[in-house]
């Protein structure tokens, strides 16, 4: 079976209803990263920074994966198809994708401060200050922070190594050390970026631009992948 490897962002959710970060009307505009998603934050305010996780998680719990999602899944009939996403959302796993690698954490789950192997699952919305890991320290929200080591980062690394197709989707490719992982993909193995407002990327061959809402196209792309590549 041909190793399929997809690495999505915010985009892959906007038609669910959650917010991107760096679109026109995206989070970023509305927060300051420094001031909400960084260790300087949690050690500032961790009350704010509570309430910003808080409120995101609260709405995914009332949205729903999109058809671009529910596409993806289609792929493992022919491929053995690896996703590694930068959201901290659960919709891949909720259409039906077996393999999710969340290279910047899960908002549904907290952890520990005192033991970063202390993870839990959370079945409700709200994580507040006096909520303890079983050692009694405060949790807080399983996302990596700017300013913090991407632990899965090797691993997604090992993954796009092996591609023998790569699909991205869905990001604006200016977060590192994620926006970086196309570069370790063999040269020959073909590429697609799907993203209303993709670009060439300088220096990567073999790559198609398809500049469309990933909803819209991935259903017909996977249709495609499914006919010619399998
Ligand atoms: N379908 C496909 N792509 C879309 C759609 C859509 N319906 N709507 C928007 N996009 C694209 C935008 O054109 C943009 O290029 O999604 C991209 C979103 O980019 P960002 O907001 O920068 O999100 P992302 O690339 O995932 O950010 C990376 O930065 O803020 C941090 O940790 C956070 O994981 C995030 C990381």
């Known amino acids: 079976m041909k190793c399929l490897v997809v690495l999505t962002g915010a985009g892959m959710s906007a038609e669910s209803g959650i917010r991107t970060f760096r679109d026109s009307n995206g989070l970023w505009n509305n927060y300051r990263i420094e001031e909400v998603a960084s260790p300087e934050a ?30 993806l899944v289609r792929l493992e009939e022919k491929f053995d198809v690896q ?11 909720r259409a039906g994708s077996s393999h999710v690698l969340h290279l910047h954490g899960e908002l549904k789950k907290a952890r520990s ?18 909520d303890t890991c079983e050692k009694g320290s405060q949790l807080r929200p399983h996302i990596v922070w700017f300013g913090e080591p991407v632990p899965l980062f090797d691993q997604a690394v090992q993954i796009a190594k092996t591609a023998d197709i790569f699909l991205v989707i869905g990001t604006s490719l200016v977060v590192y050390p994620a926006a970086g992982l196309i570069r370790y993909v063999e ?24 500049r469309e ?18």
């Open 83 to 93: 996703i590694i996403t930068q959201n901290v959302d659960d919709l891949h796993e």
């Open 213 to 230: 809402k990933a909803g819209k196209v991935l259903p017909k792309l996977v249709e495609k992948m499914l006919n010619r590549f399998a």
């Open 113 to 130: 401060t005192v033991d970063p192997d202390l993870v839990y699952e959370l079945d409700h919305w709200e994580l507040k200050m006096g």
């Open 42 to 71: 949690w050690e500032k305010h961790p009350e704010v920074v509570l309430e910003f996780y808080n409120q995101r998680r609260k709405q995914l719990f009332e949205v729903e994966p999109n058809a671009g999602h529910r596409a």
């Open 187 to 210: 040269r020959d193995v073909p590429k697609f970026y799907v993203d209303p407002q993709a670009f060439p990327v300088h220096g990567v061959p073999k790559l198609e631009v398809i």
